[in-house]
Nanobody
Framework: QVQLVESGGGLVQPGGSLRLSCAAS????????MTWYRQAPGKQREPVAG???????NYVGSGEGRFTISRDNSKNTVYLQMSSLKPEDTAVYYC?????????WGRGTQVTVSS
């Protein structure tokens, strides 16, 4: 059974930092591209950052320069380090695992940026 379990969300003040984790099980993690998405209330889910099996990273949107994606294949885990957080970063953050013919989503973790 494939599971992607996100953790690390919570309430943080503007300017603060959080590190999200997504632990995978039931897949050969090292061959999957991993992507973090987020979905704010009333908005569509959007990509934030991705990392390939070889470790190449890419960033989309306002997180570029503030967010860092990384992976630890020994722990089957992908991370999203977020800094200089803004209220507009408030969303549910999801991880996605994708390889040829296979795609899996986690259930998300809530990030709220508020004073």
């Amino acid at each position: 059974q494939v599971q992607l379990v996100e953790s690390g969300g919570g309430l943080v003040q503007p300017g603060g930092s959080l590190r999200l984790s997504c632990a995978a099980s039931g897949i050969r993690f090292s061959i999957y591209s991993m992507t973090w998405y987020r979905q704010a209330p009333g908005k569509q889910r959007e990509p934030v950052a991705g990392i390939t099996p070889s470790g190449t990273t890419n960033y989309v949107g306002s997180g570029e320069g503030r967010f860092t994606i990384s992976r630890d294949n020994s722990k089957n885990t992908v991370y999203l380090q977020m800094s200089s957080l803004k209220p507009e970063d408030t969303a549910v953050y999801y991880c996605k695992a994708q390889s040829a013919g296979s795609l899996y989503w986690g259930r998300g973790t809530q990030v709220t940026v508020s004073s």
